[in-house]
Nanobody
Framework: QVQLLESGGGLVQAGGSLRLSCAAS????????MGWFRQAPGKEREFVAA????????YYADSVKGRFTISRDNAKNTMYLQMNSLQPEDTAVYFC????????????????????WGQGAPVTVSS
């Protein structure tokens, strides 16, 4: 089993920045991809970004490309999401996810593809 714990959420004004962290514990050596999803009130959970174990490949949703950066420090078993130029539409609960799967495809952007989830960190962007 793998446990994931997010931190770093909060309230920020539009145009501001936040950095989310996701600390992993347990069988972390079994996770290949790690990623971020978000869920706004009344909406489905949506894919934000993903990264391989080696950090050799990253994937982003079109809505955050160029503004958000995903990174991973395996020595610390921690993944990060640097969020810049935040907008009110970025307001959501952000979830950390991990999986043992090793081939990324269109299905990887669905929540059901992922094996492990954190509790979520709320991010509110005020206008």
């Amino acid at each position: 089993q793998v446990q994931l714990l997010e931190s770093g959420g909060g309230l920020v004004q539009a145009g501001g920045s936040l950095r989310l962290s996701c600390a992993a514990s347990g069988r972390t050596d079994s996770t290949y991809y790690m990623g971020w999803f978000r869920q706004a009130p009344g909406k489905e959970r949506e894919f934000v970004a993903a990264i391989t174990r080696s950090s050799g490949a990253t994937y982003y949703a079109d809505s955050v490309k160029g503004r958000f950066t995903i990174s991973r420090d395996n020595a610390k078993n921690t993944m990060y999401l640097q969020m810049n130029s935040l907008q009110p539409e970025d307001t959501a609960v952000y979830f950390c996810a991990a999986t043992r799967r090793m081939i990324f495809s269109g299905l990887s952007k669905q929540a059901s593809w992922w094996d492990y989830w954190g509790q979520g960190a709320p991010v509110t962007v005020s206008s």
